[in-house]
């Protein structure tokens, strides 16, 4: 037997989940935000087609979209729809401008700003009519 010691293997690395910046954050919600607001416009086109079937049914169907649960979905319809749409303004900046990589960061703390500023007065204005009846 040989008195050296052998140098034990270097140990490979474990991959794990990814924990990054606001940026990777960004992505995932921009991706999940596009395919909500895709299956909303889906589900939208079918329902408005019944009114071409049978205006009654369809008129029954519209009815039961008149609850507070509803009006809820909707809030979060209007909160995706907005953020997706910031969001991809910020995405072209990015791709088109020259000084856009540079500046990501900074503006998505800014559509971020402008997304809450904006959903402040269109929540109220979603539970007004949720609660109103109008």
């Known amino acids: 037997m040989s008195s050296t010691t052998e140098a034990a293997p270097a140990q490979e690395r474990t991959r794990s989940l990814y924990r990054g910046d606001p940026g990777m954050w960004s992505w995932v919600l921009h991706r999940i935000t596009g395919v909500a607001t895709f299956f909303f416009l889906f589900v939208h086109v079918l329902d408005t087609a019944l009114v071409r ?29 907005l953020y997706h749409a910031l969001n991809g303004l910020r995405v072209m900046l990015v791709d088109f401008w020259s000084k856009g990589a540079q500046y990501q960061r900074v503006m998505l703390w800014v559509i971020l700003a402008i997304w809450f500023v904006v959903m402040i007065p269109a929540a109220g204005r979603i539970f007004y009519n949720m609660f109103a009846g109008h």
């Open 53 to 81: 079937v049978n205006p009654d049914t369809y008129d029954r169907v519209i009815e039961t979209y008149k609850n507070p649960v509803v009006g809820l979905m909707e809030l979060a319809l209007v909160a995706m729809v």
